[in-house]
């Protein structure tokens, strides 16, 4: 396992290095309001399970340091999700049979391994496939959405190679300012928005962005060549 497997999400690659990560002291300390629903800092503590994981590759940051930042991540994950959910059920933003299709016999193709592993059942598999399929055509979808409104950077991450990071921004502070969330505590705040706004070094070039068809299409056409 390596930093960028432990770390992958859009949102918090900034964290590490640029905060000094504190964490308020009452357990059940209001942290955030998100779509009027609070958060506490109780809601936000990761397992001893995770905070293991995170500290035997974070090897230079403190117990309760990695309690931090994954809590500070656990949080922007809650804003990112709500948010993004929200965005696709407002704007009516479901993948159709073609576009899940496309993407579970993609998927089926990189884990054809499994059909011959035991400790699944075919229809377990199945659903699982299928899940991933919704999912990833789903994710594109909204990332296409998401491009067409706002423009901005576009990024390469593991699980969406398109990634509207630019975009993001945007919507982010769109949902601030008509109140859907807010961030009390200033720490967590500060990881947030630091991380949401970071510069990337990396971005496509505006004549590379394609979300004419879905990614794994082009990528599969690529690799056909």
Known sequence: MTRSDVIPMVLFA??????GINTPQAANEIIARLFNKS?????????KADVERFQSVLTDKSEKEVKALLAQRALGTKITESVLADFASRNAIEPNAGEVQSAYAVIKLWTVDLDENSSYQEDELERYRLAMAEGMAKSWKVSKALYE???????????????????YQKLFEQYREQGEFVIYDPVFKAAFWNSVRMKYANTYDEG??????????KSMTAAEK
């Open 208 to 217: 590379n962005i394609d979300f004419s068809v879905p990614w794994w299409e």
């Open 14 to 19: 900034a964290i590490v290095v640029s905060l």
């Open 39 to 47: 958060i506490s800092q109780s809601e936000l503590q990761p397992s």
């Open 149 to 167: 409104a706002y423009g901005g950077d576009v990024v390469f991450q593991q699980d969406n190679p398109l990634t509207p990071v630019g975009a």
